[in-house]
């Protein structure tokens, strides 16, 4: 069974950081690709941030150049630096992934419970 843990939200100041962890446990799978989503109170998920088992990144543009998204494949884990936060990145923040089966290498796709982080002005 796989599962995504995410650890690492929080309250912090506006123009603080955070740092978010999402683990896949589990056995029997490769990483694909992982990532991150959030969701705002009342508004719809949006997309954070991506990167693949090789490391090529893609970042949302509200997002380019203070969050960062790395990968330990050793670890089966994913890290999301968040830098000069701001209000507006309040939300829930989701990890997600997509792993390949190692016995049919079937694609599957899955998603951590969330995290809050809170950015006070």
Excluded at 4 to 10: A, C, D, K, N
Excluded at 49 to 71: E, L, M, P, Q
């Amino acid at each position: 069974q796989v599962q995504l843990v995410e650890s690492g939200g929080g309250l912090v100041q506006a123009g603080g950081s955070l740092r978010l962890s999402c683990a896949a446990s589990g056995s029997g799978f490769s990483i694909n690709s992982m990532g991150w989503y959030r969701q705002a109170p009342g508004k719809q998920r949006e997309w954070v941030a991506h990167i693949s088992s090789g490391g090529s990144t893609s970042y949302a543009d509200s997002v380019k150049g203070r969050f960062t998204i790395s990968i330990d494949n050793a670890k089966n884990k994913i890290y999301l630096q968040m830098d000069s936060l701001k209000p507006e990145d309040t939300a829930v923040y989701y990890c997600n992934a997509y792993l390949r089966t190692l016995w049919n290498s079937d694609l599957r796709h899955y998603w951590g419970q969330g995290t809050q982080v809170t950015v006070s002005s």
